[in-house]
C-alpha cells in the first residue's frame, strides 16, 4: 500500500477548511493506503509558545478527527511530539535546507508579520520540520489543502537533496487530492481563506453550535443582487456558492445559480439554505465529538498505540538515514 502522512496543528478549533482541505482525504484514503496521521504540536509551539491549552486542543484534534469518520483501527493516529525521531531527521534535512529559500516562503513571511516581536528559528524552518514528518515514513502521498503547496515543493527539494547528497532514500512526496485541484475554502467575509486565527465570525468550526452557524452564515459578506442577467459573479459570491457546493445538494446550488444568471436571485433565500444544510452537516460532527472528547483516557490509549507504530517506522528510516549520512559509529 502507497505511504500517506499528514498533519493538523494543535492551535485552536479545527473548522470548515481543514475538513474539506484534509480530513475529508483522510477518512477516504484510510483503506486503500497505509495512513500516519498526526497532531503537530511542535508546530504548534512557533506560533502559540504558551501551552495551557495545548493537551486540550491535541485532544480535540483528535477527537473531531475521529468524529468526522477516521477509524483508529485503519490508521496510524499519533501526536507529532511523541516521535523524537522526527527532530533527528528534522536536523539533518537542516544542513540541506538554505537561509534563502526558508525566508521567502510565503507562510513564513505571512507569520513574521503577524507576529513581529517572536520572528523564531522555528518558524523559519517549518517547512523543514513538516519535511521531517512527511520523510520519517518516506511517504508518496499527502492529502492537503491549498495553502500547504509551496510546503510540499520544498518537502521534494530536501528529499531529493539529501538522496543526492547521500545516497537514494526518500520518494518526492506530492500533495493529494484524489487527482483534483487542492482544495482551498474561503472565508465567510469574503476575504481570503477560512483559517482558525482570523476574523472568527467568518470562520466556521466544526465546533459552533446551530444558531451559531445560522448567524455566521447569515452574515457572510453579499450585496444587493445582480441587476441584469448574466452579470459578472463577484468573488465573495463565488466564494458562498463554493461553500454550498461543499455541503448543499447539487440541484440546489444549480438553482441558485440560474437565478443568479436570471438577476433574480435573492441572498437572503441562499442563506438561509445554506445555514440549513450547513446544521445539517456539521451537527452530527460535533456531537459525535462532544462525546468522544468525554473519553480522554481512550484517546490517550489511542495516541499511545499510534506513537508506538509511528515509531517503529520512523526508527526504520532513522536508521537507513545515520547510515547513509555516515554517522553509524554512533550506533
Ligand atoms: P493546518 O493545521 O493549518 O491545517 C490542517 C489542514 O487543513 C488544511 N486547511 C485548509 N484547506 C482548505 N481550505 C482552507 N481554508 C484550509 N485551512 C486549512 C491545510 O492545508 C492542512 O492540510 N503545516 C500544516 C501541518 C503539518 C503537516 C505536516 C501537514 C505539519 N506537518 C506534514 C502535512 C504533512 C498546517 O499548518 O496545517
Known amino acids: 500500500k502507497p505511504i500517506v502522512v499528514s498533519g493538523i496543528r494543535s492551535t485552536g478549533q479545527l473548522h470548515l477548511g481543514n475538513y474539506f482541505g484534509a480530513m475529508r482525504n483522510y477518512v477516504r484514503m484510510q483503506e486503500e493506503y497505509e495512513c500516519y496521521f498526526f497532531v503537530a504540536d511542535w508546530h504548534a509551539l512557533t506560533t502559540h509558545p504558551d501551552t495551557k491549552e495545548l493537551e486540550n486542543s491535541v485532544l480535540g484534534v483528535l477527537a473531531e478527527n475521529i468524529a468526522a469518520g477516521l477509524d483508529p483501527e485503519k490508521v496510524t493516529l499519533y501526536c507529532q511530539s511523541a516521535v523524537p525521531e522526527i527532530a533527528e531527521l528534522y536536523l539533518l534535512l537542516n544542513m540541506l535546507a538554505y537561509q534563502g529559500e526558508l525566508e521567502k516562503t510565503t507562510t513564513f513571511k505571512d507569520k513574521a508579520r503577524n507576529q513581529p516581536e517572536n520572528v523564531n528559528a522555528g518558524l523559519l524552518t517549518y517547512p523543514v520540520l513538516m519535511a ?23 518537502a521534494r527539494n530536501f528529499a531529493q537533496r539529501f538522496n543526492h547528497r547521500y545516497g537514494e532514500l526518500f520518494p518526492g512526496p506530492q500533495a493529494f487530492n484524489f487527482g483534483a485541484e487542492l482544495v482551498k475554502v ?35 459578506k453579499t450585496d444587493s443582487g445582480p441587476t441584469e442577467p448574466n452579470s459578472e459573479m463577484p468573488d465573495y459570491i463565488r466564494n458562498i456558492f463554493g461553500i454550498m457546493s461543499l455541503v448543499s445538494q447539487e440541484s ?9 444568471n436570471n438577476a433574480s436571485i435573492r441572498y437572503g433565500d441562499m442563506k438561509k439554505q445554506l445555514a440549513e444544510d450547513m446544521v445539517a452537516f456539521i451537527s ?23 506513537a508506538e507504530a509511528a515509531r517503529e517506522s520512523a526508527q526504520r ?7 547513509l549520512v555516515g554517522l553509524e559509529y554512533l550506533k
Open 186 to 220: 474561503p472565508s465567510l467575509d469574503g476575504a481570503g481563506k477560512m483559517s482558525k486565527s482570523e476574523n472568527q465570525l467568518a470562520t466556521l468550526y466544526l465546533a459552533d453550535d446551530d444558531d451559531l452557524i445560522r448567524k455566521k452564515v447569515m452574515k457572510a
Open 317 to 323: 528510516t532513522i536508521r537507513e538515514a545515520r547510515r
Open 252 to 260: 440546489t446550488v444549480e438553482k441558485f445559480r440560474s437565478d443568479f
Open 132 to 154: 521531517a514528518d512527511i520523510l520519517i515514513h518516506r511517504a508518496l502521498y499527502v492529502p492537503v489543502g491549498k495553502d500547504q503547496e509551496q510546503h510540499l515543493e520544498m
Open 284 to 306: 452530527p460532527i460535533r456531537a459525535r465529538a462532544q462525546e468522544l472528547r468525554r473519553d480522554t483516557d481512550g484517546l490517550r490509549r489511542i495516541m499511545e498505540r499510534g
